[in-house]
DNA sequence: TGTATTTTTGTATCTTTGTATCATTGTATC
DNA sequence: GATACAATGATACAAAGATACAAAAATACA
């Protein structure tokens, strides 16, 4: 497990202790102790630890999950946000938006969509997406 | 076994694990790149592949075997069971199109593109599909 | 062949993990 | 004091994993 050991809040400080969570977090990320792929404990682990109550611990990891500091997976653990790999970086830099949108009507088309399917899903998304700043959350779907 | 070698999980996408299964089998069926009969990969292969436990791909298995998709034996394997009727196909098809879609937005949002340098790409390539019918060929990409 | 045993397959159930929602508490502001 | 709001806690829930099990197939052996 992710060596937070040391996390110490202090609770007369003023300072929510979700914010200090995310605090000394950043900085153990930050100062290289916690790397990318190290597994952080658990909500319910890291609050027994801080005795706290555990929703405060998922507060602070749901903070830095937006910042794009951890990865926070229903069901299987929290982990440090892996960068991906300089070459696959590279790669998307290179291909880019272009090879990325070939490829999906490719997708698209092997689906056996028309251009006029496609155009009557993907612009109101993009629509919404230009006016709102929002990208589409995937919609459970049922069968 | 069945073709399943590409199938890919995104960990971080916030949709689950087994609903991303799901939805990539369907688009299979869907394109006829599964057909009847087919021998999909045994719940622990796949489950094995995807680095995920086999009882998130036997969930997946088990809503696509009610959704009369395919056929789970015990003991036996999991095959695809039938194409699905043209009505059913095509609401695949709009699944399948909208969650391709929402994919291709997602990564062109993660390689900095604002919505009207989506725009801006994507036009040109739907009306020149719409009207000539062809559509640029997707260089081969892997990640 | 026929039968026993082992292996491979999917299933059922429970635990562990994060999430969503609402209630409670404290604090600031009027 | 009354009200509003932020921080925290309580509860219920959903996703994923661990474990034990059952059904079918494969194998061994007489």
Redesign the pocket.
């Known amino acids: 497990m992710g060596s937070l050991n040391d996390l110490v809040i202090d609770f007369r400080s003023g300072q929510?202790?979700?914010?200090q969570i995310v605090e000394q977090i950043r900085q153990k990320v930050a100062s290289g102790e916690l790397k990318p792929g190290d597994q952080?404990?658990?909500?319910?682990?890291l609050?027994a630890e801080l005795?706290?109550?555990?929703?405060?611990v998922?507060?602070a990891?749901?903070l830095l999950?937006e910042a794009g500091l951890i990865s926070?997976?229903?069901?299987?653990?929290?982990y440090i946000w892996e960068t991906p790999s300089p070459e696959t970086l590279q790669t998307i830099r290179q291909q880019g938006l272009e090879s990325l949108t070939r490829r999906y009507l490719a997708q698209a088309a092997q689906l056996g969509c028309t251009a006029e399917e496609v155009a009557k899903v993907i612009n109101p998304m993009l629509e919404r997406w230009r006016e709102s700043g929002e990208l589409p959350k995937p919609e459970?779907q049922e069968f």
Do not use: C, E, K, S
Not at 16 to 19: D, G, H, Q
Not at 72 to 78: A, C, E, M, V
């Open positions: 929510p202790i979700y914010l952080l404990p658990t909500v319910r682990q609050a005795r706290v109550n555990f929703n405060t998922a507060r990891y749901r999950d926070t997976q229903h069901g299987r653990g929290t459970p």
